[in-house]
């Protein structure tokens, strides 16, 4: 995005009474100030981790399965070179192909889990009241939440067929899903997509120069990565702001819908 269009969204949003990308991390960042809500929320995030990795080993479990069933298990060992015919066996893709179907399907269960504990926790943080019991609260929402991020990726990867600018527009338009899924856990994937899209509508632009702004912390952040440790410290203590920031503007989202009705 050029200068003068990122001057032209902050001008935007200050005549029409909408927060500056600026001060929306500065709310993010004052929320996990208060009542030692940073250190808990950082607690959360890696117990959350800690627990999906748990979740995922039965998966890692069944692909081996069926790996071995279907004899192309020399594909996978150092220097093993099985002959190509394999490939075209159906006793032995057939195997593969469903323990790496199942594998998905299975997959939809942490992947959910950990994108609703990390909605969760950074809506409680912004509404001063995270706890490191946030990072467990997706225990019964795993299968739907994994299910409507199945569906918002499907949807991103159609629009991106059509080239890379409408994928963009539509990864904004449907940013506030998880967001909304945690808030009304009744609702399915079409119905948090949608929602999304209407609280999006005419914010997309502001929401995308608000994650622009991040781009010195993710520069530093990755180059943070390439030191031993101190990456990965990088990275859990980056995780919480980004994320706050997010339902800041979640919230102020809510707000002013609430103010339209």
Not at 117 to 129: F, K, L, S, T, W
């Amino acid at each position: 995005m050029k200068q003068k269009e990122m001057d032209q969204v902050r001008e935007a949003s200050r005549e029409e009474g909408m927060k500056t990308s600026a001060e929306i991390r500065a709310e993010a960042w004052g929320a996990l100030g208060e009542n030692g809500q940073y250190l808990r929320y950082v607690s959360a995030y890696l117990l959350l981790m800690m627990v999906a990795v748990v979740v995922s080993i039965p998966l890692g479990a069944v692909l081996g399965v069926g790996i071995g069933v279907s004899g192309i298990a020399p594909f996978f060992a150092p220097g093993g070179q099985p002959e190509i015919g394999l490939l075209m066996d159906p006793g032995v893709m057939l195997p593969l192909g469903a323990a790496v179907l199942v594998v998905s399907l299975l997959a939809m269960y942490p992947i959910g889990f950990i994108m609703w504990g990390q909605a969760a926790m950074a809506i409680a943080a912004m509404r001063r009241g995270l706890t490191v019991g946030h990072a467990l609260s997706g225990w019964g929402h795993g299968w739907k939440m994994g299910w409507t991020e199945m569906v918002k990726i499907t949807y991103l990867h159609l629009w991106s067929l059509l080239f890379v600018v409408p994928g963009l527009v539509k990864y904004c338009s449907y940013a506030m899903t998880e967001f909304i899924a945690v808030d009304h856990p009744d609702w399915s994937a079409n119905q948090c997509i949608t929602e999304s899209r209407r609280l999006m509508d005419g914010h997309k632009m502001r929401y995308f120069y608000m994650l622009l702004s991040f781009i010195g912390w993710v520069v530093l952040v990755m180059f943070a990565g390439m030191l031993p440790l101190v990456g990965g410290l990088a990275q859990w203590f980056f995780m919480p702001y980004i994320e706050s920031a997010k339902a800041a503007f979640y919230e102020e989202l809510l707000d002013m819908d609430a103010l339209q009705q």
